[in-house]
């Protein structure tokens, strides 16, 4: 059932590439013919006007506290993580539960490119093309039974590989959840990939979700266990401070965070004096997702 859904973003609304690689990079995959050639030129176009951060900068701007809670610790560190091999365990109310090789999971998915915005709690934002397959399809190979409502999502916890879990940050391992028609509502996706290439560890290798119209955070990375439940699994989040973070943790300017005004954002890549913008309801994706919360007070449920 992948290809439902259409994308509206155009190229040029892709954040540049150097928020993720270098220009060398992207030239030489042009070149190569790896599928993303026209890509590459109309955003080498957009660079013209902006003035982008280095490579380094933009790689090292990530939040993965198992890494560290800097924006640089992640790609500094995340390199000691194994993503080979990897397997995410389904359990729970599935009518084929078990430990599934990543590999296995690939050979029977449809990977398709996503351009989504992403926009952080924090207040910036970026427009990421990913590379993935719908969650909803990989849930209907494991057979979800009538009695599930909820999907309950685990992030790989090594101490060994991951130096921030040595603090206290977080109630460790990192965990979220979905209810279930938001999981398998064809805008959510479990990234493997930007760019067309691999998805780099700082970004959640070698599987991530995505969920658009949601803060970032809820975009858990690295999966390794994935849980059908019949009732709302805890959060990383709102275990830790439940008055900041709630469940559905949906994009909304009109609900502030207590640290951070969601009505506007900083998009990165725009250089120094790039302004900031209006944040979209729902992150833009309104037209496809507002039905799911048609009657419930957003304010309350938030």
């Given amino acids: 059932m992948a290809h439902r859904w259409k994308n509206t973003l155009k190229e040029s609304d892709v954040t540049p590439e150097k928020v993720y690689l270098n220009r060398r990079q992207l030239m030489a995959s042009a070149v190569a013919g790896v599928g993303l050639a026209g890509i590459g030129g ?13 490579f380094e900068d933009i790689t090292s ?4 506290y198992e890494f560290g809670t800097g924006k640089g610790d992640p790609a500094r560190y995340a390199d000691a993580l194994t993503t080979e091999p990897w397997s ?41 093309p990913w590379n993935g397959f719908e969650l909803a399809d990989l849930l209907d190979m494991a057979g979800v039974q009538s009695g599930a409502k909820f999907v309950a999502f685990e992030t790989a916890l090594r101490p060994d590989e991951m130096p921030g879990v040595k603090f206290p940050v977080l109630d ?6 979905l209810r279930l028609d938001e999981a398998m509502h064809p805008l959510t996706i479990m990234a493997t990939g930007i760019y067309g290439k691999d998805i780099p560890n700082q970004n959640g290798a070698p599987l991530r979700l995505v969920v658009p119209w949601k ?3 809820k975009s858990i990375k690295s999966i390794v266990r994935i849980s059908l439940t019949d009732s709302e699994p805890p959060t990383a989040w709102n275990k830790a401070n439940p008055r900041e973070y709630g469940f559905y943790s949906n994009v909304n300017p009109e609900v502030s965070h207590p640290r951070w005004s969601q009505a506007t954002e900083r998009p990165l890549g725009g250089g120094l004096f790039a302004g900031r913008k209006d944040t979209l309801m729902f ?13 419930m007070d957003l304010a309350k449920f938030f």
Avoid at 61 to 64: A, G
Avoid at 283 to 295: F, M, Q, T
Wanted: negative net charge.
């Fill in 42 to 54: 109309h955003r080498a176009m957009a660079q013209d006007a902006l003035e982008p951060n280095s």
């Fill in 61 to 64: 701007y990530n939040n993965y």
């Fill in 88 to 128: 995410v365990k389904i359990d729970g109310l599935v009518d084929k539960p078990g430990d599934y090789a990543f590999e296995d999971i690939m050979k029977a998915m449809t990977v398709e490119e996503r351009i989504y915005r992403f926009r952080c709690v924090e207040a910036w934002s970026m427009v990421v």
């Fill in 172 to 177: 460790w391992p990192y965990v979220e959840g």
């Fill in 215 to 217: 803060y970032g955070f």
């Fill in 283 to 295: 992150n833009g994706y309104g037209d496809e997702v507002a039905s799911l919360y048609e009657g």
